[in-house]
Nanobody, 127 residues
Framework: QVEVVESGGGSAQAGGSLRLSCAAS????????MGWFRQAPAKEREGVAA????????YYSDSVKGRFTISQDNAKNTLYLQMNSLKPEDTAVYYC????????????????????WGQGTQVTVSS
């Protein structure tokens, strides 16, 4: 069992920055990918970034590429999402997720491809 807990959400002005953190515990070494998702009101959950824990390769959706950076600190068992140049359309609840089996595609970006989820943290960007 893997537990993930997000923190760091809040409010920012457009053009500003926020950093989200995700602390992972449990059978952390069984995790192959960790990802960040977001869900805005009345919209489907969207995969925005992922990292392959074995080698650190990162993946991004087109909507955040060049603005967001996903990273991991293995010593602290913590995942980060640095969000720069924020836009009002980035407003959503952001979720951390973990996958505990190999993946054969480009990168797992659908919510059903992850096994463990955090409770979510709100990010609000005002114009």
């Amino acid at each position: 069992q893997v537990e993930v807990v997000e923190s760091g959400g809040g409010s920012a002005q457009a053009g500003g920055s926020l950093r989200l953190s995700c602390a992972a515990s449990g059978y952390r070494y069984s995790v192959s990918y960790m990802g960040w998702f977001r869900q805005a009101p009345a919209k489907e959950r969207e995969g925005v970034a992922a990292i392959w824990t074995g080698g650190g390769r990162t993946y991004y959706s087109d909507s955040v590429k060049g603005r967001f950076t996903i990273s991991q600190d293995n010593a602290k068992n913590t995942l980060y999402l640095q969000m720069n140049s924020l836009k009002p359309e980035d407003t959503a609840v952001y979720y951390c997720a973990a996958r505990n089996r190999p993946y054969g595609g480009t990168w797992p970006r659908r919510d059903y491809e992850y096994n463990y989820w955090g409770q979510g943290t709100q990010v609000t960007v005002s114009s």
